[in-house]
T-cell receptor, first 114, second 116 residues
Framework: GENVEQHPSTLSVQEGDSAVIKCTYS??????FPWYKQELGKGPQLIID?????GEKKDQRIAVTLNKTAKHFSLHITETQPEDSAVYFC?????????????FGGGTRLMVKP | DTAVSQTPKYLVTQMGNDKSIKCEQN?????MYWYKQDSKKFLKIMFS???????INETVPNRFSPKSPDKAHLNLHINSLELGDSAVYFC???????????????FGPGTRLTVL
């Protein structure tokens, strides 16, 4: 089955700096890679995703990159703000797996210091 | 409008009791999920239902029984609660039209279960 590893587990940055979170996956058949943001006391919220037919996607201050050959993908947040502080999860999905299941990474706690 | 809702938000109970958590989605999705998030924030899939049919059961003890009365609801019933069941449980839903469809999942707000 799929295995997703995420690093770092915690990340502290100064407001205005950039933050990068990296994930690797094991199943070369995976083709969908979403990123979720979980704020304290809330459920994970989809913030951006990337599909295997593209290498990069950007939405305002967040961007994701995908390297299919190396089987890794990354989340980049620029000009971080205190409201970016949350736990971020990467995930991978192989559409041919039973139930088209999402496998999540272990999460990264991002702290943005004002 | 709430897309995926869960009740209750908090549940405190004694070991050995039986409890249920309810989930409803108004997105018209055909697939619903239950996840368990432990104290280290790790998200683990428990069950998945597609059109009221069980399609994933990830080695969850049979004390946990999901029930899907219709496509919009997936409830979780837990018998004989144990201390290790304490966690946050999330319901999610997605529209999985075909095997090749990208699985965008939408999560509920979670239910924090504490077993004393």
């Amino acid at each position: 089955g799929e295995n997703v590893e995420q690093h770092p587990s915690t990340l502290s940055v100064q407001e205005g700096d950039s933050a990068v979170i990296k994930c690797t996956y094991s199943d070369s058949a995976s083709n969908y890679f979403p990123w979720y943001k979980q704020e304290l006391g809330k459920g994970p919220q989809l913030i951006i995703d990337i599909r295997s037919n593209v290498g990069e996607k950007k939405d305002q201050r967040i961007a994701v990159t995908l390297n299919k050959t190396a089987k890794h993908f990354s989340l980049h947040i620029t000009e971080t703000q205190p409201e970016d502080s949350a736990v971020y999860f990467c995930a991978a999905s192989n559409p041919m797996s039973a139930g088209n299941m999402l496998t999540f990474g272990g999460g990264t706690r991002l702290m943005v210091k004002p | 409008d709430t897309a995926v809702s869960q009740t209750p938000k908090y549940l405190v109970t004694q070991m050995g009791n039986d409890k249920s958590i309810k989930c409803e989605q108004n997105l018209g999705h055909d697939t619903m999920y239950w996840y368990k998030q432990d104290s280290k924030k790790f998200l683990k899939i428990m069950f998945s239902y597609n059109n009221k049919e069980l399609i994933i059961n990830e080695t969850v003890p049979n004390r946990f029984s999901p029930k899907s009365p219709d496509k919009a609801h997936l409830n979780l019933h837990i018998n004989s609660l144990e201390l290790g069941d304490s966690a946050v449980y999330f319901c999610a839903s997605s529209q999985v039209l075909a095997l090749s469809h990208y699985n965008e999942q939408f999560f509920g707000p979670g239910t924090r279960l504490t077993v004393l």
